[in-house]
């Protein structure tokens, strides 16, 4: 009951308000001075570094603190104008009254700001005007003050156009792939590269004990960073934005900026959040399944018995008093402390989350905090520090293949109900309750679980030494301490331990993971006036890159008695398995901007990489960049020509390259050591390797403009990109005849080309002192084709889907049935006709009874086109609603449930009563799983994804607590779906860790992403 | 400008000296393999001969499970999906099934082409190694040469036994026969080494594989030569053991039975008895304690792969499998010869068990029975069955169309196994 859980959350939120409504008050200014603040439209969080001035009085303004707060004396007159600048932000003024405390300016945005600052890869970054290509930016900590976004890839998801977030699963703790305009790598890793303050950190996904069989762990390693510790998320998409970083960064770069401390006062920040996750609509969408003795000799009551059995285990469990979920509670906390002065300034934070799934085991309890530090002696010199630290304790279940509450749901079977067990000797007869094997209490005696420690810190230095030169020096380490348990206990309840079979005495798995990523990144950039018109900037840099990574794993089966927990205390222990990888990366590059009166900007660079796969021959590796970028709104001819509504318009275009490597020795043929005969350890073919391969190279080329209109209110961003992969890498099955088929092979399988647009548009539709209505429109699109495949191949089929030229990677393919004929004497479908792929038709089988139609399209496997639309209303000044919904559309899902249910388990209604089912379909049904075109499904969507409203405690309140600003906002999450989607959820597939795996795009019995309302109460002192 | 240019050659000047000497910042070794040029010498002989027999003997554990599955001697007892299309016998009609990647260290999921391809290179790759080194670089050359040809004798054999066609070395599609002619070969060479190496178990066991492909191809006579030189008491078996928690090392069967109950032995092979009536105890199962991974079924296990009613991994992982023996030589015979012959090369060996001895009618209709049934329970879950069921064209068993018990789906008619997807994809050759 899910109000429970809201309930108490209410109440702990309003103990919390009354805490710190508690603390002790503080004086006001008193007259001849005005002090107030400055908050940011739409999540009125407060601005730093806005000037204020006072008309006609120079020298009396303020600069804002961390707060947003500001004060300014010794004014003269009763009533002055004030007028409030900040880069990025329209100017605003007000006229108030000499002693007022009170004044309030709320600044919006500018649709398009040319001048801020964005991480580049150069030391000290590049203003926005200057770079030819687009870079996303998200304003976490904006986006954090208007509603609760649990994860750092739902905080990418909708707000940075082209970057598209694949969730995979509802299970808390668990991370979406995240990829960037799409994919451009048949096999190698699909995850963008991430920065924290500059140093690369680890990017997998699918972490963790599988616990979807079939695919991967769950755990990214992207989310263990918590949004109330950062500042903003930079995207770099496409290898002309992303050529400085070099190899591997063809997939694209995410640089998470963590809070900074500014001068000031020092400023406290206190965040409660309280709330629930739930399944929603669980009794819909949980299917009912049936027999009869027609289809399952076991659905019978007695000789002859033909009727239609049915089971629907979320209800009858319901009923029983044993719910299959839970609400799963929201319990976060975060307090955060900052300021500082010009020298030395200050951000220190801690969080404590305690986040619980649907499934009874799901469960996330993690610890963070960080401590960013900045000493500033001397103009010419600054040093800042970063440095953060997580611990959390993530406990999952069996999801997908690997069984669960989820698969013995959906998959249930009326045969296993206790109204057949009359007569039977099968033990556990009816125990089973009609799921489809064993009951959920069972599958919860297994645990799944991840320990991690994780550190990431980073210093940089910068030095100033001329006005002209800039060096950065970052020197960074990510380190991660994985431990992933599977842990089945010694089971002494004889009900369970019928489940577990010969397991029913315990195992214990260990997997102890160490992953050390290491930065050393120097960068300079000399700047020079060539003509007072003509700027110059050269730009160069060396970085090295380490990855090391340590698995050690063990395991030991057969507990001799309960209690015992080790793989020590276990009879069979099975040999432990240890290895280590490494790889490295050293580069360097060299960039040339030119820039004329500051409007017009031409820039060259190359970057040039070696990295250890590379191999024994060092091949190094260059990347190519040109771009340019023209202010046009700034010129004044061609100002003049523009309609006066536009004022500020930017032209952009890039070409650049990227690349990346497959893991190092995949070019090797080896031998791997296995247990032989007599003890004796032997040798076995391992990898078959490829000494031809070569590095994927991506090149890109885009165009686009930004544009803001009326008074920068409205803000058009536009690009159209063009990426072509070259020498694409795809893993492939090596023929067995070869003596390694075992193994798979990388080879360059041919050319990948994908294009596409992303528009993004922002609008101040209304903007009053007390109300005012923000929109922002998101949509990209991606066509991604393959051009080219080498060698003989037009096909590389894998499964259901296929790698054709002319069609996007990972596109579905199968045999297309047209129609079929019913038979009831036989209760079959026969003579089934597909498609011939000609636009005509042909029997599917042969005479042998062997497929002869070819497999046709059937569809994308990941959506082209992706969008949001978001929407932020203020009204009666200190309410705010904030709505955000996204979509994907034209693409497809494996609807593996419905295939498991009609075609394996056969319990589908449609299987039992074949008279009433169209033969096309059951033709596919009967078909032993050979035709399954009806489970590959239009799975476009649009998604209610938050929904948020708040209240901006009035001042006048919390100001007799001395506190500056308190939040109250109610958030509710993943509220309503539309979708043609007839299976759970269009959104659900297997992970596969970061590389597309054999069952990409396959949903499968993975608990959908969960529902779910947070309150939060914000508190600024 | 001249400050660009001093800022360039300085960026140069560094990267030309980080670059002289990047090898040292980029070299990375991989701690858990080896290049495959290890084998690349005599010194390192012994260790490739006991990697391919170690290859071997796991995927002859593996092929022995999977044709017990697909014949009617084994049947599924899990919820995993991915191999019923074995014990559904329709694994022809999905090519891209696990028959063609799986490994054979996965008792769920047991493989075989995969596995028995990989011991068939291991074997051929040696005896090519072996050959062009001198009895002087080698001393124990012959005896070397001999063990590699008789498994790779064994491998072709197993292959034929149980796949339609097959691919070596990238080459085109083999059939049956194709993979029978080269065992035979094999299995010659064998008998030549290990005759001059002294070798009597090589000897033999290439006897007894060479008559078995003999017997396939129709060479009566000469399957007649080889089995009759096999001595009485004689089994070569593949060498099993419990040291690695029932992985690769552990008998196959028990590990997919006993150990896992993933596979029971089939309802129509419970208790196999003789025309008399008497059930024999060459077939004899046990019933076990063994809980099934489906939470259903009952763990029959084959009695002479089991640990007794209780499990008890450290005896059942360590029994051996029989790769071949006196008494396939002897139905050989007794299959080639027939008449008379057949009875009392059949009634001597029930006399051993013991068993009565048969007194039926002798004509060949009568006698060729006699023997498919005699090596049915004699050779019980011995990787044999199958193709016994293909080359007599025996009548399937649950019938083809029945009603598939697991969760529905009806029997398909597989006996052998066509190419999978995975060599007709990745082989240029293949067909």
């Keep these: 009951m899910r109000n429970v859980g809201w309930t108490r959350a209410a109440w702990q939120s309003a103990a919390l308000l009354a805490v710190l409504l508690s603390a002790p008050r503080r004086l006001h200014a008193q007259g001849g001075s005005v002090a107030g603040t400055v908050v940011v439209s739409g999540s009125q969080r407060g601005l730093s570094g806005a000037q204020i001035s006072v008309d006609g009085q120079p020298g009396h303004g303020a600069v804002t603190d961390a707060s947003g707060r500001f004060r300014i004396g010794g004014i003269t007159g009763g009533q002055v104008m004030l007028q409030a600048r900040l880069l990025g932000f329209r100017p605003d003024s007000q006229s108030v009254r000499v002693g007022a405390t009170d004044v309030r300016f709320v600044m919006s945005e500018r649709a398009l700001e040319l001048n801020e600052i964005v991480v580049t890869g ?85 972490t963790g004990i599988n616990v979807q069989s079939f695919s991967s762990g769950i755990i990214s390693r992207m989310n263990d960073f918590d949004p109330e510790e950062i500042e903003s998320i930079e995207v770099l998409k496409g290898p002309a934005a992303a050529t400085l970083y070099g190899t591997e960064a063809a997939r694209g770069v995410i640089n998470i900026i963590t809070k900074k401390g500014a001068s000031g006062a020092t400023k406290y920040s206190f965040t409660m959040k309280q709330g629930s996750n739930w399944f929603m609509d669980a009794a819909n969408r949980l299917p009912t399944n049936y027999c009869n003795s027609f289809t399952n000799s076991a659905c019978s009551l007695h000789p002859g018995d033909t009727t239609l059995y049915s089971v629907n285990v979320y209800q009858s469990e319901n009923a029983r008093g044993t719910p299959l979920f839970r609400d799963g509670g929201v319990h976060n906390y975060a307090a955060n402390v900052s300021g500082g002065s010009p020298l030395f300034r200050f951000f220190a934070s801690g969080e404590w989350n305690d986040n619980q799934g649907v499934d009874f085991a799901n469960e996330r309890i993690q610890q963070s905090a960080r401590t960013n530090l900045s000493v500033t002696p001397n103009d010419k010199f600054d040093l800042e520090s970063s440095v953060g630290y997580v611990k959390s304790h993530t406990t999952l279940s069996c999801e997908a293949g690997c069984g669960g509450t989820m698969w013995g749901s959906l998959y249930s079977n009326p045969a296993n109900t206790s109204q057949f067990c009359v007569g039977s000797t099968d033990p556990a007869c009816g125990w089973g309750r009609g799921f489809n094997s064993s009951p959920p209490e069972s599958d919860r005696s297994e645990q799944f679980w991840q320990d991690l420690n994780r550190f990431t810190g980073s210093v940089t230095l910068r030095y100033n030494p001329w006005s002209w030169f800039t060096n950065r020096l970052s020197i960074g380490t990510d380190y991660t301490l994985e431990d992933d348990v599977d842990f089945l206990p010694y089971i002494t309840n004889d009900t369970i331990a019928y489940f577990w079979g010969s397991s029913f005495d315990g195992f214990r ?203 920068d209110r409205f803000g058009i961003d536009f690009t159209y990109y063009n990426d072509v992969s070259r020498d694409a890498i795809l893993s492939r099955g090596v023929a067995p005849s070869t003596g390694f088929g075992a193994s798979t092979q990388y080879f360059n399988a041919g050319e990948i080309q994908k294009s596409g647009i992303e528009l993004g548009l922002k609008a101040q539709l209304i903007e009053r002192r007390t109300y ?165 499904n239009n799975a476009s969507y649009a998604k209610l994804r938050e929904v948020s409203i708040s209240y901006d405690v009035p001042e006048r309140f919390s100001s007799r607590f001395s506190a500056h600003g308190v939040t109250l906002t109610a958030s509710g999450r993943n509220l309503h779906t539309w979708s043609p989607y007839t299976g759970l959820d269009p959104e659900m597939q297997f992970l596969s860790g970061a590389n597309p795996g054999s069952n990409f795009g396959v949903d499968q019995a993975e608990y959908p992403p969960l529902a779910s309302f947070v309150f939060t109460i914000r508190a600024n002192y | 400008m001249m400050r660009i240019a001093r800022i360039i050659g300085a960026a140069a000047a560094v990267g030309l000296v980080v670059a002289c000497n990047t090898s040292r910042l980029l070299d990375v070794n991989a701690p858990n393999a080896v290049p495959v040029t290890v084998f690349d010498s005599p010194g390192a002989a012994n260790l490739m001969v006991a990697s391919a027999i170690g290859d071997f003997e796991c995927a002859f554990g593996s092929a022995v499970t999977v044709e017990g599955i697909i014949s009617d001697e084994l049947s599924d007892s899990q919820l995993g999906a991915a191999a019923w299309p074995y014990d559904r016998r329709d694994a022809n009609t999905q090519t891209n099934g696990i028959y063609g990647t799986a490994t054979c260290s996965s008792n769920q999921n047991p493989g075989i082409y995969t596995p028995l391809s990989t011991a068939r290179f291991d074997a051929d790759n040696a005896i090519t190694k072996l050959t062009a080194y001198s009895d002087a670089e080698l001393p124990n050359k012959k005896t070397l040469l001999a063990q590699m040809n008789l498994y790779s004798g064994f491998s ?276």
């Design chain 1, 772 to 936: 005012s209505w923000e929109s922002n429109f998101n949509i990209s699109t991606n066509n991604g084709k393959i051009k080219r495949l080498n060698g003989k191949d037009t096909t590389i089929d894998n499964g259901s889907y296929s790698h054709r030229v002319g069609y996007a990677p990972y596109s579905w393919f199968s045999y297309r049935v047209l129609s079929a004929t019913y038979d009831p004497a036989l209760r079959k479908a026969i003579n089934p006709i597909c498609d011939n792929g000609n636009g005509g038709s042909m029997p599917c089988y042969n005479a042998a009874g062997v497929v002869q139609a070819p497999k046709v399209y059937l569809g994308r496997g990941i959506p082209p086109v992706d969008g949001s639309w978001t929407n932020s209303i203020r009204f009666l000044n200190n309410f705010r609603v904030y709505v955000m919904t996204d979509f994907a559309t034209d693409y497809e899902r494996l609807d593996n449930n419905l295939r498991i249910r009609c075609q394996i388990f056969h319990t589908c209604l449609q299987y039992v009563q074949p008279a009433n089912t169209d033969p096309r379909l059951l033709v596919q049904m009967q078909s032993n799983g050979v035709l399954r075109d009806f489970v590959i």
């Design chain 1, 122 to 206: 150069t030391a000290g970054g590049e203003q926005r005007r200057a770079i030819g290509t687009s870079i996303a930016s998200v304003d976490v900590a904006d986006v954090m003050a208007k509603t609760a976004v649990p994860s750092v890839d739902a905080l990418l998801n909708g707000r940075a156009p082209g970057v598209v977030v694949l969730p995979g699963t509802g299970q808390i703790g668990s991370g979406a792939q995240i990829r960037i305009r799409g994919i451009s790598s048949f096999s190698l890793s699909s995850n963008p590269l991430i920065y924290v303050d500059g140093v690369r950190v680890d990017n997998q996904t699918g």
């Design chain 2, 156 to 431: 072709y054999a197993m292959l034929g036994m149980s796949m339609c066609g097959a691919a070596f070395d990238l080459g085109p599609t083999v059939d049956q026969k194709g993979m029978f002619a080269l065992a035979e070969k094999r299995f010659t060479d064998a008998i030549t080494n290990a005759q001059a190496a002294g070798l009597s178990s090589v000897l033999n066991a290439a006897y007894v594989g060479r008559a078995r492909v003999r017997l396939y191809q129709g060479n009566s006579a000469g399957a007649i030569a080889d089995a009759q030189l096999v001595p009485k008491g004689f089994v070569f078996n593949a060498s099993t053991d419990a040291s690695d928690g029932g992985g690769r090392r552990s008998n196959r069967v028990y590990a997919a039975t006993q150990q896992n109950g993933d596979y029971t032995v089939e309802a129509a092979s419970l208790s196999l008895k003789t025309e008399n009536g008497e059930i024999d105890p060459r077939s004899a199962i046990v019933t076990t304690t063994t809980r099934p991974a489906d939470s259903k079924s009952v763990i029959y296990v084959p009695a002479k792969y089991s640990s007794g009613p209780t499990q008890n991994n450290t005896v059942g992982e360590a029994i051996p499998l029989p790769i071949a023996r006196y008494e396939e030589a002897q139905l050989i015979l007794a299959e080639a010869q027939g008449g008379t012959a057949a009875v009392t090369i059949i009634n001597t060996l029930r006399a051993a068990v013991p068993l009565k001895a048969y007194t039926g009618p002798t004509d060949a209709a009568s006698i060729k029975n006699l023997v498919i049934d005699e090596r049915r329970r004699t050779l019980f879950v011995e990787g044999l069955r199958n193709y016994d069921i293909e080359r007599f064209t025996l009548t399937l068993n649950p019938a083809v169309g029945s009603i598939y018990p697991r969760v529905g789906g009806t029997y398909g008619t597989t006996t052998c196994l066509p190419l999978p997807d995975v060599e007709r994809f990745n082989n240029p050759n293949a067909t």
């Design chain 1, 509 to 711: 798995y260990q997997n102890h993971h160490q992953a050390f990523y290491n930065t050393y990144d120097y960068s300079a950039s000399a700047n020079a006036n060539v003509r007072p018109t003509l700027t110059s900037k050269t730009s160069g840099g060396i970085q090295y890159y380490t990855n090391y990574n340590t698995f050690f794993n063990a395991e030991g089966d057969h507990f001799p008695a309960p209690g015992l927990e080790t793989i020590t205390a276990a009879g069979t222990k099975i040999p432990a398995n240890s290895n280590n990888t490494r790889n490295n990366t050293l580069g360097f590059y060299l960039q040339q901007e030119f820039g004329w009166r500051d409007q017009l900007f031409v820039t060259g660079a190359a970057r040039v990489d070696n990295n250890s796969a590379f191999g024994n021959d060092i091949k190094w590796v260059t990347y190519p960049k040109a771009s340019l970028s023209w202010v046009a709104s700034e010129n004044e001819s061609v100002k003049r020509l523009l309609p006066s509504f536009i004022n500020n318009l930017r032209l952009r275009g890039a070409y650049g390259g990227s690349g990346q490597q497959p893991a190092y020795n995949t070019a090797l043929r080896t031998l791997a050591p296995v247990a032989g005969p007599n003890n004796q350890a032997t040798l076995t073919p391992s990898t078959f390797g490829n000494l031809n391969l070569k590095p994927e190279r991506v090149f890109g080329t885009e165009l686009g403009f930004e544009s803001g209109l009326f008074n």
